[in-house]
């Protein structure tokens, strides 16, 4: 087993930041052993199928397809998500608006909220699991995208996230109109022949998870603009963008009527989330 992990290592240099730790994952995945397992008994042989689905799965890595599509899964806040090429691999990043979310979500006793282009259901799924007793509205236009959200909400035992297929707003009924308390997205927000859809994991992730329209910019435009009538007078939206967004996305908000703007920055200090608040109600 050492000399195949140490071939399977040699093969991922240079196409791979973490070759070893790489190597490692794909051996495990494919031998069903742990980490721990596999450094301990170096002379352990796998058997022909092991060997030659490790093999299989180097291949593909060195092909350049992302290794939580190859694995299947990705951690995203503490939660083993399944993840197919129908989803976006969820992003450390992401974190950062569940973690507002959250504050936002303090406020009100029981809130309404909305996760929209919810994809694996990353969002939906942690704030869900950090109060149960809401109910989360997760949606998404593609229903690969849903079907894989729901098998992972299933497989973590959360049962208070409802999943609706459709294009932004239109996902929802009409009777959700001025009942959601928040609303968090982390919309598609690449441009149309950025250059980064060509590095990393980006070529082989949904390009509708990824880009909107020419400029990057068109899901917040209309995220934005429809909030407003479906947001409870003082309810929250909270969206994820790129860093160069955030001046754009705080004119939208202020635009529609939002309140109390606020950008926020990840661990690497780039501007990620902006919020904004509804007037709170008349009289
Ligand atoms: C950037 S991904 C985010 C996925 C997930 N929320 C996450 O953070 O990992 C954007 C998601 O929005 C969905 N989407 C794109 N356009 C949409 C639209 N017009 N209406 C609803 N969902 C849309 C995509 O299918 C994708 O799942």
Not at 59 to 78: H, K, M, Q, T
Not at 82 to 109: C, N, Y
Request: with cysteine; aromatic share 6%; charged share 20%.
């Amino acid at each position: 087993m050492g000399a195949l992990l140490e071939e399977g290592r040699q093969r991922l240099l240079g196409k791979t930041d973490q070759p070893s730790q790489e190597a490692q994952i794909l051996l495990s995945h494919s031998s069903g052993l742990t980490h721990a397992q596999i450094i301990a008994n170096p002379d352990h042989s796998l058997s022909e199928k092991s060997t030659a689905d490790f093999t299989g799965l180097i291949d593909r890595r060195v092909n350049g397809e992302p290794i939580a599509y190859l694995c299947g899964a990705r951690e995203f806040w503490s939660l083993k998500l399944t993840v197919s090429k129908d989803v976006l691999i969820p992003r450390p990043e992401t974190e950062l608006l569940v973690e507002r979310t959250l504050i936002r979500m303090a406020l009100w006793e029981s809130p309404v909220v909305a996760d929209l282009g919810t994809g694996s259901g990353a969002v939906a799924l942690a704030l869900a699991k950090e109060s149960p007793p809401t109910r989360i509205i997760a949606t998404d236009r593609s229903d690969d995208a849903l079907g894989i959200a729901r098998q992972n909400s299933q497989q973590l035992g959360i049962n208070n996230v409802e999943f609706y297929c459709g294009r932004w707003f239109d996902a929802l009924g009409p009777k959700l109109k001025s009942r959601i308390n928040i609303i968090a997205s982390n919309p598609p927000y690449v441009m149309e022949g950025d250059p980064h859809l060509l590095q990393g994991d980006l070529p082989w992730e949904p390009r509708q998870a990824l880009i909107s329209g020419r400029d990057g910019l068109a899901a917040f435009g209309t995220i934005i603009s429809e909030a407003p009538r479906w947001l409870t007078p003082s309810g929250w939206l909270l969206l994820e963008h790129g860093p160069a967004q955030q001046d754009h996305v705080r004119v939208l908000m202020e635009e529609a009527g939002f309140l109390e703007i606020t950008g926020h920055s990840d661990l690497a200090g780039l501007p990620r989330v902006t919020e904004g608040q509804l007037p709170p109600p008349c009289g």
